[in-house]
Nanobody
Framework: QVQLVESGGGLVQAGGSLRLSCAAS????????MGWFRQAPGKEREFVAA????????YYADSVKGRFTISRDNAKTTLYLQMNSLKPDDTAVYYC???????????????WGKGTLVTVSS
């Protein structure tokens, strides 16, 4: 059974940094698109960043380009999201997700974690 377990969320001041982790298990993710999404209070879930597990191509939302970096550790089957220069607008629950296809939409993702809360204070 596939499990995606996020960790690393917390409270940070604006301008600070956090690193989120997502431990993936239950299947081989070779060829999968692994991503991070977020959902702020009262808003829809949105795409943040993704990486192709094999090959390492990366994709970012415009709102986080230059501030966030997605990476993966193949040996540990762990996905990371390094978040720098955090802003109050980055406050949200961050979800790890996996898709066997090519789309980076909420509906296209096959598997989801339960999320980790990131709160950025001003």
């Amino acid at each position: 059974q596939v499990q995606l377990v996020e960790s690393g969320g917390g409270l940070v001041q604006a301008g600070g940094s956090l690193r989120l982790s997502c431990a993936a298990s239950g299947r081989t993710f070779s060829g999968y698109l692994m991503g991070w999404f977020r959902q702020a209070p009262g808003k829809e879930r949105e795409f943040v960043a993704a990486v192709r597990w094999s090959g390492g191509s990366t994709y970012y939302a415009d709102s986080v380009k230059g501030r966030f970096t997605i990476s993966r550790d193949n040996a540990k089957t762990t996905l990371y999201l390094q978040m720098n220069s955090l802003k109050p607008d980055d406050t949200a629950v961050y979800y790890c997700a996996a898709n066997s296809g090519a789309l980076l939409t909420v509906r296209a993702m096959d598997y989801w974690g339960k999320g980790t809360l990131v709160t950025v204070s001003s």
